[in-house]
């Protein structure tokens, strides 16, 4: 996971961007174009808004390239008290909520509020999406089967919302959380392999297609 962050101050608030994983949403610059404006330099300018508008649309970000940390004592982001999963057209899985990203052997990576998660195998920043989902014209619709979620269905999805990055494999997804996509909107506990690798034909769940098609990930 390359990691390029740059980081810009007002006496308020600091602002940080990670580079790699900025995908180009323009949540920011829709949301407040006096401090997020790609044709000034520099393009992140937060002294020009009231810190707590800065850190609203910061929370708006869905990929979480954005952060921000408050210099002025007002407080700082917290996760969102319900988990949810919402597939891109064609794109990444956006997930918000109380993230604890894990490596196979179950232990912490990251702890995240807002990720763009690849669902086309073809990123070069795994388990993040960086657009490449673009160039390789990548074709996954929205829908899901809700079978299998709605075994486990339920009304409250906060809490740890663990994602586990299997190597070569999905991601598995263990907690309370609700999917949406293509008018659809289903809240379970059932914990659920997510295809990564692009090729499955039950997709957003992985179908084990990742052996055949010999992805490779860590
Ligand atoms: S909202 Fe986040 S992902 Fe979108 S352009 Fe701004 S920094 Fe990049
Ligand atoms: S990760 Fe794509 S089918 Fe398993």
Redesign the pocket.
Known sequence: MPEKIYTYESDEITVT?DKFK????????HGLPGV?NINEKPWIQPGKEAADKVAEVVM????G??QFQRKDGAAEETAPKQNTLTIAEDGPLYVAGDIKLKNADDELISEETRVALCRCGLSSNKPYCDNSHIKAEFKAGTSFNPERLLLEETDDTGGELSIKIRPNSSLFVEGTYTLTGDGQEVSTTKKMSFCRCGASANKPFCDGAHKSAGFTSD
């Open positions: 961007w900025c995908i180009h949403a323009k949540e920011c610059v997020f708006r970000c869905p990929t390239a954005l």
